[in-house]
Structure formats: C-alpha cells, structure tokens
C-alpha cells in the first residue's frame, strides 16, 4: 500500500524502518509528547514492529512517512479502528526534530484522514495532544479537526500534570470543506 502526496508519500513499514525511527527519534521538550521513550534499543524496535504486525488491518493502520527519496522520517497510523461506531483516531511521529514544522506531517495527517473516510468507512476521526504541544495542534487544526474539549490535567510529565485537548472531525465536514 502507498499513498502519495506532494511532498512524502506514506507505505508500510519494513523492521528495518522501525530501527531506524527508533533510533533517530529526538524528544522535544517543547513539544512533548505522552508517550517518553529512554532507553532506545534495536530490540524495543524489534518488539515495536511486532506490535505492528499484530494490529495493522485489524485495530490499526500504521503506515511509514517517506521523503520521495524513500528516506523514512515517520509514522503516522489509524489507531483503535473501532467499525461498529465508524471511528478511530490519528496520531503521528516524525523522528528527527529537524524534518518537523516542514509540512511532512501535515500532509502525512491528511492522507490518513482521507483514507479512513473514503477506504475504512470512517464517520469520526480523532486526535489528542498536550496543551503545550503548539505544533502538533497546529497540524490537527490545518487539517480541519475542532478542538471539542479539554482533559484537564490528564497526563502527568516530568513531575508536572497536563491537559490533553481532544479533537475531532466527521466525514461530512471533511469532504464539505473538500468541496469548498
């Protein structure tokens, strides 16, 4: 499976991609994320694939984020596919700070969403961030979802706690703002 945009095109992830994020992934402290990942290794790689393998098609669709030069700098996925309500939500890594805030996941955002809705069946698409977190709520507004509500302090990071802002968009509105 490939899906292409202008920039990156999305495919699926080899053990050798898994490696390679997991090694280049460079934490942002002011953009953070939920999930904080110390202690690198090429095994929690290697388990991280397999956890891939055992979901994709079924609860998830994670796809790999590629330059056109076929380097992968990402992953972006459908997560927790639920077909009974028609819903899932997106989430997205880039791993190296520098190729953040250039588009890549933006357009890598975008894909997804149109295929959850035109291939999946998608009614609903969601996504969370911290509050903190600009960039990633700037890609998630860029692609139409609206903020619905806010967790207030949901997530504990680095001995302080956090709100987690809860977005959304359904299919109606995703191909209405399609048509504009």
Excluded at 60 to 86: C, E, H, P
Aim: aromatic share 10%; hydrophobic share 35%.
């Amino acid at each position: 499976m490939r899906l292409q945009g202008e920039k990156i095109y999305l495919a699926v992830l080899e053990r050798k991609d898994c490696k390679k994020l997991w090694n280049d992934f460079e934490y942002d402290l002011e953009n953070p994320t939920e999930e904080f990942n110390i202690g690198h290794s090429d095994e929690k790689a290697d388990g991280w694939f397999d956890e891939i393998q055992q979901l994709q098609g079924k609860q998830n669709v994670r796809l790999g984020i590629f330059l056109k030069d076929g380097t992968v700098i990402g992953d972006v996925a459908l997560q927790n596919i639920d077909q009974k309500n028609r819903s899932c939500s997106v989430g997205i890594g880039i791993a190296k700070i520098e190729n953040r805030a250039n588009g890549y996941g933006r357009e890598a955002v975008q894909l997804m969403i149109d295929y959850g809705f035109r291939y999946l069946g998608m009614e609903r698409i969601t996504a969370n961030t911290l509050e903190m977190n600009i960039g990633a709520q700037k890609v998630i507004e860029r692609c139409g979802l609206t903020l619905e509500g806010r967790e207030r302090k949901a997530i504990y990071l680095n001995g302080n706690k956090y709100d987690r802002l809860c977005y959304a968009i359904l299919k109606e509105e995703y191909f209405n703002e399609r048509e504009r």
